[in-house]
């Protein structure tokens, strides 16, 4: 079981990227999938999130409007679209996802980190002004 992102690397501020989280060895099916990030000498945040039972989604107020998350059809990819980025994006970021086949649906989104079983090993985002 593994989860491997791409889609990092430097952009100007405006610009946009588009990050990928892949599930290696099972499905994102029933799942919670989260974007976190981590930036310098700062804590590990959790940004977006996707419940991929019904596709409902949640981005923190900083994000909202710039940052889309999705998933394929296939339910193994979870995309997270990021345009107008801004310096204060850099950070590496992670995906998480936990298995939701036993929460109560609709989900109420977890936010600590610990509540999350599968994580990737972040990819860089880097933007200049």
Request: charged letters at 15%; hydrophobic letters at 35%.
């Given at each position: 079981?593994?989860?491997?992102?791409?889609?990092?690397?430097?952009?100007?501020?405006?610009?946009?990227?588009?990050?990928?989280?892949?599930?290696?060895?099972?499905?994102?099916?029933?799942?919670?999938?989260?974007?976190?990030?981590?930036?310098?000498?700062?804590?590990?945040?959790?940004?977006?999130?996707?419940?991929?039972?019904?596709?409902?989604?949640?981005h923190i107020d900083?994000?909202?409007?710039?940052?889309?998350?999705?998933?394929?059809?296939?339910?193994?990819?979870?995309?997270?679209?990021?345009?107008?980025?801004?310096?204060?994006?850099?950070?590496?970021?992670?995906?998480?996802?936990?298995?939701?086949?036993?929460?109560?649906?609709?989900?109420?989104?977890?936010?600590?980190?610990?509540?999350?079983?599968?994580?990737?090993?972040?990819?860089?985002?880097?933007?200049?002004?």
């Amino acid at each position: 079981v593994q989860l491997v992102e791409s889609g990092g690397g430097p952009v100007q501020a405006g610009g946009s990227l588009r990050l990928s989280c892949v599930a290696s060895g099972f499905s994102f099916d029933d799942h919670v999938v989260g974007w976190f990030r981590q930036a310098p000498g700062q804590g590990r945040e959790v940004m977006s999130q996707i419940s991929t039972s019904d596709g409902a989604t949640y981005h923190i107020d900083s994000v909202k409007g710039r940052f889309t998350i999705s998933s394929d059809a296939a339910r193994t990819t979870v995309f997270l679209q990021m345009d107008t980025l801004k310096p204060e994006d850099t950070a590496v970021y992670y995906c998480a996802a936990v298995d939701a086949s036993h929460y109560e649906h609709p989900v109420v989104f977890p936010f600590m980190r610990y509540e999350f079983d599968y994580w990737g090993q972040g990819t860089q985002v880097t933007v200049s002004s």
